[in-house]
């Protein structure tokens, strides 16, 4: 509900309540005498608003302002809780299918119902507005003083990717990750075993960070590589899923296996296997326990390819355990010097060309010495200095801050207090963003959309004008990543098949936002502890890698009538309550839950307020059929279930914006779901063979992944034609990203039947078969796309200059079998804003660079030596012109006779005298697919 004038503009923890009885005041003019009590409990509330707005903003409120900011907060829950049950026994009836007698009862009956229904609210309304006239009244007598406002929303900040890569390698990292590289792969490398490097020091000094640029520097030299992050209380089965997941398995689709299906035993057995003949680099970052590495290393053979092991831990004990054999060693992080804490402050606060203030040198100088050489301490305030006035006024506030602490004996406080004056610093409505972080547990990846969803169905995010929520929510989720409060990643989807955004929350971050989430009741956390007593109000709970307190939950041992979110996850056989009573529940998400019992699905439809319903990655998931009745929701996540078949009534859910699974089976009659922005992915074999209709009733579609999997015949041929017209229909109202995934032949009608143009499209991906010939709808009208992702049987220069036209493009990957005569050539000027680009012709001459390609980071070649020797008379690539490379890979195929033949010593030579012209050192990992000589064989 958006509100108007006075409200509307409000950001404040009253926000969400008072624009929803302003919207009931104006919807239910016949509510005479209540009416009156609504408008008069609006006006108090946006009075206690402002004031709560100057409390957030006090330093340190004393404990009668907490208190009353308290008894606020969950005023403000109960009057929004109110007006929910409210709106659904009014608004929502179900069908009138009786006739006669017993249709005219019926209809008496709701009539009371509704009259009663009207009763109790005017009660609650005139109950809350006694409360809040009483709580300001009292308010008053408290002396709050004024406090600074929070700033408003600002834009991404475009320096945030280059200071990013800076941090790492340029401030206190470029010696000690040289020394660990050289221990590691030098240029005398101990024997072909294992090596285990632990990299120990205390929390925030920059272990994750270390591991991660030597990771990043050296990955290409090896067969294949992971990164992954245990905890205090790690999973091992999602912990080894996930090794399993980015080695890249050799032995079937893990996609299409559920998460819970597999014990650790039998991942262990599955990562041994993979990785037995392999040169593998793995990251084992934060391990806590001696007992966690020994089962973690069970799954890293030593198999004698001169393998290497990372570790990173705060204790050291457990690196000591970790590298006790021969082939092991230990790395001490030692604090930041004070040039290095200067170098990195000033980069998170200054733009490359301006200079530091001179009247804020002393500041500055105190802020550092506080840091104490934790880096963590150290961007954190840099980056909310960063958006602040360069005045004294404004850094002395932040110096005072920390000033008052009480005396530290470690670096944790100073952490926590300027993660005080981050989070503080926020507008209202992001705050509550930034502490639903705390739902997560330690090290989890969380994945972007997933967390904007939510946002979204818990009502932290309103409109602004010109922009949907999704959009507003992902401008909150870059802001975080702009102050450095969440650390971003990419994240490669176990069920799709490139990587997507997401972020994970630094440990000490995360007490931090738990703390908090405690103070201010706005989540429960269950750990080790018991379970909350049965007087206290739960408005959001969370449970991982805890049956016991998942039973709890089950059996209703709390008080859990006012729950608005609820998480259990990676839990197994839980057994779903045969019925929820949680009548203002908004998100349940059961993630990663293994052997899920839902005894009557039937339980779920009590939940009907419920907006967001989560399965990733659970086992035993089985949805009501009558879903549809579930009015309010907006997203069903169902991948890595293996749930295929929806109930029919899920056409009738008419507010769904995201319904994500694998291969779905839509029913007959979707397109009926207005509301759908993101559908995927769909089984077009087995769907009716007219989805094609269905699908382009959607117009506010946004993103749509379909697959082709299945016999190659005519009838799949027809299927492909019929997605086209809604392709077309669609990419003139709001489709902005198409995932085709395309196992059989005869695709041609994705070729040059897309018109007109979509002219919003800002990513495409077409897998697994080449088109015959350059797509024509392919052009500079473009002007939106970022992401392609194409084969193509032939590429002609006409077309490459095509795609060197496109505006936006930033991700390329083109795989060609064939190309013109005379080869290609990338122009002077060309891909301005290209980042990551792939060109994979390993029958042919590939491509050479004259130049331009200015942003370019990320570089894979694939071409045949001979055939480009004798179309470009050298193998001089060009890629000394690509000033910005940071990583290059080169597939190069050749007659060969092994690694010693010199036409392979003559290719390595030529290329890294081109990398030794670039200014950033990139990474270079050149492999060979050798043709034997006789034989004209690989």
Known sequence: MGGTGEESALAGMMGPAVDKLASLVEKYTELRNVRKKMEQLRKELIAINLALEKHAAMESPD??????????????????????????????????????????????????????????????????????????????????????SGISHAEIDPRLQALYVEVEKLVGIQGPSQEIIGRLVGENPPAERRRVVAIVGSGGSGKTTLAKQVYEKIRDQFSCAAFVSVSQKPNMISLLWELLSQIGSHGGDLGLMAIGSCSEKQLIDRLRSDLENQRYL??????????????????????????????????????????????????????????????????????????????????????????????????????????????????????????????????????????????????????????????????????????????????????????????????????????????PITLRSRYETRSEGGCRVHDIVLNFLISRSAEENFLTMLYGEGVPSSDQRIRRLSVWDNPEHALAVSRATMNLSHLRSVSICNVGGWTMPPVLDLPVLRVLDLEGCRDLRI???????????????????????????????????????????????????????????????QRLIMPDGFGNMESLQELGTIDCWKCSINFGEDLALLSRLRVLRVTFIGVETSDMETRKRSLMPSLCKLGGNNLRCVTINDHVGGGESFVDSWYPPPCLLQKFIHISQYFSRFPKWISSCLCDLTHLDIKVAKMEREYLHILEDLPAIRSLYLFVKQVSK????????????????????????????????????????????????????????????????????????MISEGANDPAEQAVKSAISGQVKMLPNCPTVDIRFRRRCLLAGTE
Not at 103 to 114: A, H, S
Not at 625 to 641: A, F, K, R
Not at 844 to 870: C, H, K, N, T, V
Request: net charge negative; charged share 25%; glycine share 6%.
């Open 63 to 148: 404990a009668q302002a907490k208190a009353w900011a308290a008894e606020m907060r969950e005023l403000a829950y109960d009057l929004e809780d109110s007006i929910d049950l409210f709106t659904h026994h009014i608004d929502h009836e179900p069908p009138d299918t009786t006739t006669g007698v017993k249709r005219f009862f019926l209809r008496m009956i709701r009539k009371l119902k509704k009259l009663h229904y009207r009763h109790r609210f005017a009660q609650e309304i005139k109950e809350l507005h006694d409360l809040a006239n009483e709580s300001y009244r009292r308010r008053k007598r408290y002396r709050i003083e004024e406090g600074g």
């Open 822 to 893: 005379d080869g290609l050539i990338i122009s002077r000027g060309a891909f301005r804003c290209l980042r990551r680009f792939e060109f994979c012709n390993i029958d042919g001459p590939g491509l050479i660079f004259e130049g331009g390609m200015r942003m370019l980071e990320w570089l894979r070649l694939g071409f045949d030596a001979d055939r480009a020797q004798s179309t470009y008379g050298s193998l001089e690539v060009g890629i000394q012109h690509l000033s910005s490379l940071k990583h290059i890979v080169l597939i190069v195929r």
């Open 282 to 487: 793995v990251v084992i970052d934060d391990v806590w326990t001696k007992s966690a590495w020994e089962i973690i290393q069970c799954a890293l053979p030593n198999n004698g390819h001169t393998s290497k092991v990372i570790m990173t831990t705060r204790i050291n004990s457990v690196g000591q355990f970790s590298s006790t054999s021969d082939e092991g060693f230990i790395y001490q992080m030692k604090p930041l010097s004070r040039n290095d804490s200067e170098n990195l402050f000033l980069k998170r606060t200054l733009c490359a060309e301006d200079k530091f203030p001179v009247q804020l040198t002393g500041i500055k100088n105190e802020i550092i010495e506080k840091c104490d050489g934790l880096p963590l301490a150290i961007v954190t305030l840099a980056s909310m200095l960063a958006t602040k006035p360069r005045t004294e006024e404004e850094w002395e506030r932040a110096l005072n801050s920390i000033h008052s602490m009480h005396e530290k004996d470690s670096g944790l406080e100073v952490i926590d207090k300027i993660l005080s004056l981050s989070y503080s610093d926020l507008p209202h409505n992001m705050r509550n963003c930034l502490l639903y972080l705390s739902t997560f547990p330690e090290d989890h990846m969380i994945y972007k959309d997933s967390l904007v969803r939510r946002w979204i169905a818990e009502g932290f995010i309103t409109e602004k004008q010109g922009f949907t929520l999704e959009q507003v929510a992902e401008s909150y989720f870059y802001e975080f990543v702009n102050r450095s409060l969440v650390q």
């Open 599 to 661: 005894v009557d699905p039937d339980c779920i439809l009590t939940l009907f307020h419920l907006r967001y319903l989560g399965f990733r990655s659970a086992s035993g998931v089985v949805l009501p059929d009558q879903i549809g009745n579930l009015h309010y929701l907006q997203t069903i996540d169902l991948s890595g279930t293996g749930v295929t078949h929806l109930p029919e009534s899920i056409v009738r859910l008419k507010l769904l914006m995201h319904l994500v699974g």
